[in-house]
């Protein structure tokens, strides 16, 4: 069991959706839903640049595609850091789209643990507690 996760997704139900998957299989003890990406790296960036990332959740899921800032661009936003986060944040894509060329790109992001369709299903959540 992870101690905290956050879900990053700009839609409600979506969100709700995979908390309660998540929480189903006693994926972790707390849970921080962000509607909008920029507020989640507020609530990031400051940790990274501080070199405290025991502070960071041990689990992201980022949703792809949002307004104001898409998942591509939070990655970007993020992967100046990416020697901080490997050994103390996984980040997971979370998406609906099933686009080669986007499962293509995410491969170039070294930090991002994986790329998960939508919904996220029991026995991937079971796989990420195991492989953790």
Known sequence: ???????????????FLTEAMLTAEDFAESYQTFLNPCDALQQILP????TK?????????????????NGWEFLDALEPYAY???NY?????LTSSVDVKD???AQ??????????KPIEEDIIRKILNET
């Not at 101690?3 to 997704?9: A, L």
């Not at 990332?53 to 800032?69: F, H, S, T, V």
């Not at 944040?89 to 894509?93: P, R």
Request: aromatic share 14%.
């Open 103 to 105: 499962i293509r790109r």
């Open 1 to 15: 069991m992870f101690k905290s996760v956050y879900i990053i997704d700009d839609d409600e139900v979506s969100a």
């Open 84 to 86: 901080l986060l490997e």
């Open 53 to 69: 990332p025991d502070q960071l959740p041990e689990i992201i899921i980022l949703d792809l595609n949002m307004p104001y800032m």
């Open 89 to 93: 944040c996984l980040i997971y894509m």
């Open 47 to 50: 940790y990274l640049l501080e």
């Open 108 to 117: 170039e992001y070294d930090f991002l643990a994986g790329f998960l369709q």
